[in-house]
């Protein structure tokens, strides 16, 4: 199997055939794990390994979409509350340029604390995130041999791709798709994206999310997400993923539903708001006389400002009615940074490539 | 003569648009297939979770060939004339055509390839164009129809994917087109391009050819097909059954035949069977236990948990009546016979239930803390409508209102408002936050729970009831009362803000909930008038939700539901009331809004006696009627009409009553006054006119009584006498006589026939 670079995926000539998304996985071959097998090498059975922690799971869908020509990037380094949010996403979804991107994303949902006492629900957790623009007509194959590649195997289990059509009013984004399951759980969101920031994708992209702890846990068969081994079990020193978040998650259960200052989150949602409008409405040249839309600082604020609306949220200080004021308030932040995002070199709608074959 | 076979293969379409989308295939492409001119003998849809299926048999080879005639102007028409004709034809010189005028019938020209000829008319001579299309060939047909209907598919929702600017529900594969016959298939030569003219991107085209895959998982890869039965037999050795009837009596066979094996029964469910056959291409029925930990949730729980997440069926031990096991589907074979995947499914649903079971233990908590009325404390930070309230104001005004009513309809008044104030409680339950499916029923269990009445536990569902024309009514006074005071609220309440349904726009679904008051009303035989109840509760939205002296308007609204609004216990206790914030409203009281209201109920009335074959002008005769605010009174009015008119001497005494009304409404017209003096026997000039003053008497002897008793039939039946005298009278006798004496006299006789008739319904509405 042969690793592809991400310039691979997109061959400039005009006769690139769609059906032949460089590196399609043969799901049959062996595969090798630098990292995530740990003692194991490649298997002559032709099926995977199993997997033998959460680690694990993360690394090996690290080496499969790396293999198949995605940047392999990092988490976005602030409070979101969901894998979309990251700029790598939300903002790269506009615009006609390529893009193929993977990234674990620490995500983190007030509302759903529950001091680490329940098996399922945290308000901190990790998705696994894939968007690739435009989207390849063999992508449901990829995702299938990433099920594969983390020791799914499609023999024994029943995939099914549900209808679930997603929708984020804080985004103004809106895509079609399916919860996939996998014997009668969800393990993945699926999404063409329509519409991000109020504006139409084209071309479209493909986006894939992971719920990386329910994910695991099934594939692990573990029933309690504290329970599950954060690291290979057989290390010098094994950790679950209690060991690591059980007490953070009661810290923050309790931050979140009792101790969070609702009128320094009030304000700080409304500094943000402010400042993004700030950034945006500065002029278009700084003091040497640069062109420099300040996008991505703005839409940092926007982020900040839906954070510290799901803050507030899990504080029960918003009501019915203000819930949907507040909503708005995010979209209108999301879809200026949009707005803004389009007009520059990352986001124009001709791509560099469009333009070089034309 | 060919057959003709589609097939649109794309990503995994929703299961609930799979139907609709076949038939509406199959009707683009036959529509399209006969406009140009290709009849078929027989048509067929199917549909897959990937694929759109449509086989077309015993078409035309090629369409015939269309000959049309147009009549253009005469000979000696003005020339603009004969040019506008022709370049309506595409022919630009008229010189030729001209020179046919004068020759003999049948002299032509061709021209643009249209033949113009010069025939003889009555009037003269007059030129025809006659156009001739020549046939097509079928496939030629079929291309364009296919591109056209895929172009134009009107998918609910549908999207576009990677580069392509073709939208379909998701992204399209593959489209397999071939036209065969004894003598072979060939395909349909027939390309979607869904790319942006001018793209510089090629290569995303999708071209029809001859192939197709299988079970996505089973049987990978393409196969080349060559007919519909080849395809179907092949697709079956793939593992993909096409037809979802085929696989919902798969999947209901073979679910209960594992149940009846174990002793145990499926709980029907066509909806959610449709929606699974949707979802598989390949079913595969397993049927697992529920834990032990969770037998004792309420049924409707674990029906609700396993069928809205898990799409599962819910199977049942007839022995202990409980819920016991599931059946869930698979889309594969395995080797392990599904024992992998059933085991996944169980853990998932245990995760489910496990959660519902926290929810339900931590209700009952609540409400054993709290009560039911603690739980629904939180109702008051809960929007209703921004002009309306809060949930909790909403359910403080139906329980006044709900009290009010317990007296009509035979219901416990502190019953019924102890039942108003908890019924809605549940909304504010940690089950209903999550099965929202379950408002009602979950209130039913906190209430016996807390060893409520009966009458208020069961209130907290029935009160949602009727939701439509068809499902039961409450029969149990409480949950009449509490019913009826929940549906006026939210009518009374919109029609105060003046939001009220317009075309096909009902955000709030005020029709349903007029027609729920209608049935509430009709099938408990309910008799007040529904102005009163509208009457208080508009006062009360006005009034608004924390008045001053809430007790005495308490008192003045209950007395306004007894008495009126302009009763004279209702005025007096307004006349003695000290000036409050609300006296003016009470006083001043406008009964516009309820007036305009009850024309609402009526209108829905109207759909629903229409629905039970009673006609719009009878009920229009009985609404007439100036008790039409006491519905159950106006149903029996209308049934016993229509009854009536059905009958020879009915339909007969309708004519003679039509006759005699148009006769004194055209004399009382004409002469400007009402004859309405008393007709004098004494002035009777035939045997005719003293039998119908006799039978008159006799009749109104016992509509009076029968009127006073509601007894209708007895009514009709009296007017029933009336049509052997009326038809006798009108067949010997001349009303309009030279004599202005016996000419009055008789059209006095005519006033007594239509008063005989007033009081049963207003007969001149009835048509024909």
Same mark, same amino acid.
Request: proline letters at 7%; one cysteine or more; a negative charge.
């Given at each position: 199997? &042969?690793?592809?670079? +991400?310039?691979?995926?997109?061959?400039?000539?005009?006769?690139?055939?769609?059906?032949?998304?460089?590196?399609?996985?043969?799901?049959?071959?062996?595969?090798?794990?630098?990292?995530?097998?740990?003692?194991?090498?490649?298997?002559?059975?032709? $099926?995977?390994?199993?997997?033998?922690?959460?680690?694990?799971?993360?690394?090996?869908?690290?080496?499969?979409?790396?293999?198949?020509?995605?940047?392999?990037?990092?988490?976005?380094?602030?409070?979101?509350?969901?894998?979309?949010?990251?700029?790598?996403?939300?903002?790269?979804?506009?615009?006609?340029?390529?893009?193929?991107?993977?990234?674990?994303?620490?995500?983190?949902?007030?509302?759903?604390?529950?001091?680490? /006492?329940?098996?399922?629900?945290?308000?901190?957790?990790?998705?696994?995130?894939?968007?690739?623009?435009?989207?390849?007509?063999?992508?449901?194959?990829?995702?299938?041999?990433?099920?594969?590649?983390?020791?799914?195997?499609?023999?024994?289990?029943?995939?099914?791709?549900?209808?679930?059509?997603?929708?984020?009013?804080?985004?103004?984004?809106?895509?079609?798709?399916? #919860?996939?399951?996998?014997?009668?759980?969800?393990?993945?969101?699926?999404?063409?994206?329509?519409?991000?920031?109020? =504006?139409?994708?084209?071309?479209?992209?493909?986006?894939?999310?992971?719920?990386?702890?329910?994910?695991?846990?099934?594939?692990?068969?573990?029933?309690?997400?504290?329970?599950?081994?954060?690291?290979?079990?057989?290390?010098?020193?094994?950790?679950?993923?209690?060991?690591?978040?059980?007490?953070?998650?009661?810290?923050?259960?309790?931050?979140?539903?009792?101790?969070?200052?609702?009128?320094?989150?009030?304000? =700080?949602? /409304?500094?943000?708001?402010?400042?993004?409008?700030?950034?945006?409405?500065?002029?278009?040249?700084?003091?040497?006389?640069?062109?420099?839309?300040?996008? &991505?600082?703005?839409?940092?604020?926007?982020?900040?400002?839906?954070?510290?609306?799901?803050?507030?949220?899990?504080?029960?200080?918003?009501?019915?009615?203000?819930?949907?004021?507040?909503?708005?308030?995010?979209?209108?932040?999301? $879809?200026?940074?949009?707005?803004?995002?389009?007009?520059?070199? +990352?986001?124009?709608?001709?791509?560099?490539?469009?333009?070089?074959?034309? | 003569?060919?057959?003709?076979?589609?097939?649109?293969?794309?990503?995994?379409?929703?299961?609930?648009?799979?139907?609709?989308?076949?038939?509406?295939?199959?009707?683009?492409?036959?529509?399209?297939?006969?406009?140009?001119?290709?009849?078929?003998?027989?048509?067929?849809?199917?549909?897959?979770?990937?694929?759109?299926?449509?086989?077309?048999?015993?078409?035309?080879?090629?369409?015939?060939?269309?000959?049309?005639?147009?009549?253009?102007?005469?000979?000696?028409?003005?020339?603009?004339?004969?040019?506008?004709?022709?370049?309506?034809?595409?022919?630009?010189?008229?010189?030729?055509?001209?020179?046919?005028?004068?020759?003999?019938?049948?002299?032509?020209?061709?021209?643009?390839?249209?033949?113009? #000829?010069?025939?003889?008319?009555?009037?003269?001579?007059?030129?025809?164009?006659?156009?001739?299309?020549?046939?097509?060939?079928?496939?030629?047909?079929?291309?364009?129809?296919?591109?056209?209907?895929?172009?134009?598919?009107?998918?609910?929702?549908?999207?576009?994917?990677?580069?392509?600017?073709?939208?379909?529900?998701?992204?399209?594969?593959?489209?397999?087109?071939?036209? &065969?016959?004894?003598?072979?298939?060939?395909?349909?030569?027939?390309?979607?391009?869904?790319?942006?003219?001018?793209?510089?991107?090629?290569?995303? =085209?999708?071209?029809?050819?001859?192939?197709?895959?299988?079970?996505?998982?089973?049987?990978?890869?393409?196969?080349?097909?060559?007919?519909?039965?080849?395809?179907?037999?092949?697709?079956?050795?793939?593992?993909?059954?096409?037809?979802?009837?085929?696989?919902?009596?798969?999947?209901? &066979?073979?679910?209960?035949?594992?149940?009846?094996?174990?002793?145990?029964?499926?709980?029907?469910?066509?909806?959610?069977?449709?929606?699974?056959?949707?979802?598989?291409?390949?079913?595969?029925?397993?049927?697992?236990?529920?834990?032990? +930990?969770?037998?004792?949730?309420?049924?409707?729980?674990?029906?609700?948990?396993?069928?809205? =997440?898990?799409?599962?069926?819910?199977? $049942?031990?007839?022995?202990?009546?409980?819920?016991?096991?599931?059946?869930?589907?698979?889309?594969?074979?395995?080797?392990?016979?599904?024992?992998?995947?059933?085991?996944?499914?169980?853990?998932?649903?245990?995760?489910?239930?496990?959660?519902?079971?926290?929810?339900?233990?931590?209700?009952?908590?609540?409400?054993?803390?709290?009560?039911?009325?603690?739980?629904?404390?939180?109702?008051?930070?809960?929007?209703?409508?921004?002009?309306?309230?809060? /949930?909790?104001?909403?359910?403080?005004?139906?329980?006044?209102?709900?009290?009010?009513?317990?007296?009509?309809?035979?219901?416990?008044?502190?019953?019924?408002?102890?039942?108003?104030?908890?019924?809605?409680?549940?909304?504010?339950?940690?089950?209903?936050?999550?099965?929202?499916?379950?408002?009602?029923?979950?209130?039913?269990?906190?209430?016996?729970?807390?060893?409520?009445?009966?009458?208020?536990?069961?209130?907290?569902?029935?009160?949602?009831?009727?939701?439509?024309?068809?499902?039961?009514?409450?029969?149990?006074?409480?949950?009449?009362?509490?019913?009826?005071?929940?549906?006026?609220?939210?009518?009374?309440?919109?029609?105060?803000?003046?939001?009220?349904?317009?075309?096909?726009?009902?955000?709030?679904?005020?029709?349903?909930?007029?027609?729920?008051?209608?049935?509430?009303?009709?099938?408990?035989?309910?008799?007040?008038?529904?102005?009163?109840?509208?009457?208080?509760?508009?006062?009360?939205?006005?009034?608004?939700?924390?008045?001053?002296?809430? #007790?005495?308007?308490?008192?003045?609204?209950?007395?306004?539901?007894?008495?009126?609004?302009?009763?004279?216990?209702?005025?007096?206790?307004?006349?003695?009331?000290?000036?409050?914030?609300?006296?003016?409203?009470?006083?001043?009281?406008?009964?516009?809004?309820?007036?305009?209201?009850?024309?609402?109920?009526?209108?829905?009335?109207?759909?629903?006696?229409?629905?039970?074959?009673?006609?719009?002008?009878?009920?229009?005769?009985?609404?007439?009627?100036?008790?039409n605010c006491d519905l159950t009174l106006l149903v029996k009015r209308a049934q016993s009409l229509a009854a009536f008119l059905k009958t020879e001497d009915g339909a007969n005494l309708l004519q003679g009553f039509k006759r005699a009304n148009n006769i004194l409404t055209q004399a009382e017209a004409k002469d400007g006054v009402e004859y309405s003096f008393g007709a004098d026997i004494k002035y009777a000039e035939t045997d005719e006119e003293r039998a119908l003053f006799a039978a008159l008497d006799t009749a109104e002897k016992s509509i009076a009584p029968a009127m006073a008793d509601e007894d209708f039939a007895a009514a009709m039946a009296a007017l029933a006498g009336l049509r052997q005298p009326i038809d006798a009278f009108f067949d010997a006798v001349q009303v309009n006589s030279d004599k202005q004496v016996i000419r009055r006299n008789r059209l006095n006789l005519l006033h007594r026939i239509r008063a005989a008739c007033a009081p049963v319904a207003d007969l001149t509405r009835i048509e024909g």
């Open positions: 199997m &042969h690793i592809n670079s +991400a310039v691979n995926l997109f061959p400039p000539s005009a006769d690139f055939c769609p059906r032949g998304w460089p590196g399609r996985i043969d799901p049959f071959a062996p595969l090798a794990y630098a990292e995530g097998a740990l003692q194991e090498g490649p298997q002559m059975t032709g $099926k995977p390994t199993p997997p033998r922690s959460f680690q694990e799971i993360i690394l090996r869908l690290m080496t499969y979409w790396g293999a198949k020509g995605c940047a392999v990037l990092q988490p976005y380094d602030m409070e979101v509350g969901a894998g979309t949010f990251h700029p790598a996403t939300t903002l790269r979804a506009l615009g006609a340029k390529p893009w193929a991107a993977a990234y674990v994303q620490p995500s983190r949902r007030p509302t759903d604390g529950r001091y680490g /006492e329940n098996p399922n629900r945290l308000q901190h957790y990790y998705q696994y995130q894939v968007l690739i623009k435009p989207s390849p007509p063999d992508m449901q194959d990829l995702y299938l041999g990433s099920l594969e590649a983390i020791g799914i195997d499609a023999t024994l289990h029943d995939i099914r791709f549900v209808e679930d059509d997603w929708e984020s009013p804080t985004l103004g984004a809106w895509g079609l798709g399916w #919860e996939v399951w996998c014997d009668g759980m969800e393990v993945s969101q699926f999404t063409y994206f329509q519409q991000v920031g109020g =504006h139409d994708c084209r071309p479209v992209s493909g986006e894939l999310t992971y719920g990386l702890e329910r994910l695991a846990m099934y594939v692990l068969g573990v029933d309690h997400v504290m329970d599950m081994p954060f690291n290979d079990p057989q290390s010098p020193i094994p950790l679950t993923y209690g060991d690591i978040f059980r007490q953070t998650e009661q810290e923050y259960s309790r931050w979140n539903f009792d101790q969070a200052d609702t009128a320094m989150l009030l304000q =700080h949602f /409304e500094d943000a708001e402010a400042e993004c409008g700030r950034i945006l409405n500065a002029p278009g040249l700084d003091k040497a006389g640069r062109l420099i839309i300040m996008a &991505h600082p703005a839409y940092d604020q926007c982020i900040k400002a839906s954070h510290l609306f799901n803050l507030l949220d899990a504080r029960g200080v918003i009501s019915v009615t203000e819930r949907q004021a507040y909503i708005g308030r995010v979209r209108a932040l999301a $879809k200026k940074c949009a707005d803004a995002f389009v007009t520059t070199e +990352a986001g124009h709608s001709h791509s560099d490539r469009a333009g070089a074959a034309a | 003569m060919p057959d003709l076979l589609l097939e649109l293969f794309s990503e995994e379409i929703p299961a609930r648009m799979q139907a609709r989308a076949a038939a509406d295939l199959k009707k683009l492409v036959t529509d399209g297939l006969v406009g140009a001119g290709l009849t078929y003998a027989g048509a067929g849809a199917f549909s897959t979770p990937r694929r759109l299926v449509l086989a077309v048999e015993g078409m035309l080879a090629a369409s015939p060939t269309q000959r049309e005639e147009r009549k253009g102007p005469k000979a000696d028409a003005p020339a603009a004339a004969l040019q506008g004709f022709l370049r309506g034809l595409g022919i630009e010189d008229a010189a030729p055509v001209l020179a046919l005028a004068g020759q003999p019938a049948g002299a032509h020209v061709h021209l643009a390839g249209v033949r113009v #000829e010069i025939r003889d008319d009555k009037k003269g001579q007059v030129f025809f164009a006659v156009l001739q299309r020549p046939g097509r060939p079928a496939a030629e047909i079929v291309a364009e129809v296919v591109v056209q209907a895929i172009s134009n598919f009107p998918w609910p929702k549908s999207m576009r994917w990677g580069e392509s600017n073709l939208r379909w529900v998701r992204p399209l594969h593959s489209i397999l087109c071939i036209l &065969h016959d004894e003598g072979g298939a060939s395909v349909v030569p027939l390309t979607v391009d869904p790319l942006v003219a001018g793209s510089p991107v090629k290569g995303h =085209h999708i071209t029809a050819g001859n192939t197709t895959e299988g079970h996505r998982f089973m049987a990978p890869g393409r196969f080349p097909v060559s007919s519909f039965a080849d395809y179907a037999a092949k697709l079956k050795r793939a593992c993909v059954v096409l037809d979802p009837a085929e696989r919902e009596a798969a999947i209901w &066979h073979d679910a209960t035949t594992q149940a009846f094996a174990l002793g145990l029964e499926v709980v029907p469910d066509p909806a959610l069977l449709a929606e699974v056959a949707g979802l598989v291409e390949w079913p595969v029925v397993l049927l697992g236990r529920i834990g032990a +930990a969770f037998l004792d949730l309420p049924p409707e729980v674990l029906q609700t948990s396993m069928r809205e =997440h898990q799409k599962f069926f819910s199977v $049942k031990n007839p022995r202990t009546g409980r819920i016991e096991g599931f059946v869930t589907v698979a889309n594969r074979d395995t080797a392990d016979q599904g024992a992998t995947i059933l085991a996944g499914n169980q853990k998932v649903l245990s995760a489910r239930l496990s959660d519902a079971k926290f929810f339900w233990e931590n209700d009952l908590r609540t409400v054993h803390a709290v009560g039911l009325v603690g739980m629904a404390a939180g109702l008051a930070s809960v929007t209703f409508h921004n002009k309306l309230g809060s /949930e909790a104001d909403r359910i403080t005004r139906i329980a006044a209102l709900a009290r009010e009513i317990a007296p009509l309809v035979g219901a416990d008044p502190d019953l019924a408002e102890q039942a108003a104030k908890v019924a809605k409680a549940d909304l504010q339950s940690a089950m209903v936050g999550e099965f929202p499916e379950l408002q009602g029923t979950m209130g039913g269990y906190y209430a016996r729970a807390l060893g409520l009445p009966e009458p208020v536990a069961a209130a907290c569902k029935a009160h949602y009831s009727p939701l439509g024309p068809s499902d039961d009514v409450p029969s149990d006074p409480v949950s009449v009362a509490v019913a009826l005071a929940d549906k006026i609220d939210t009518l009374t309440g919109f029609w105060a803000i003046d939001e009220k349904p317009t075309g096909s726009k009902d955000p709030f679904a005020l029709r349903r909930a007029a027609l729920g008051v209608v049935r509430l009303v009709l099938d408990n035989g309910l008799r007040f008038s529904v102005d009163r109840l509208f009457d208080v509760q508009v006062l009360r939205h006005q009034i608004g939700h924390t008045p001053a002296e809430p #007790e005495l308007l308490s008192r003045i609204l209950s007395a306004a539901v007894a008495d009126g609004m302009f009763g004279t216990t209702t005025r007096a206790l307004i006349a003695e009331t000290a000036a409050l914030g609300w006296l003016p409203l009470l006083r001043d009281h406008d009964p516009g809004v309820s007036d305009d209201l009850r024309g609402f109920l009526h209108d829905r009335l109207k759909v629903y006696l229409k629905d039970q074959s009673i006609r719009h002008d009878i009920i229009d005769a009985c609404l007439a009627m100036p008790d």
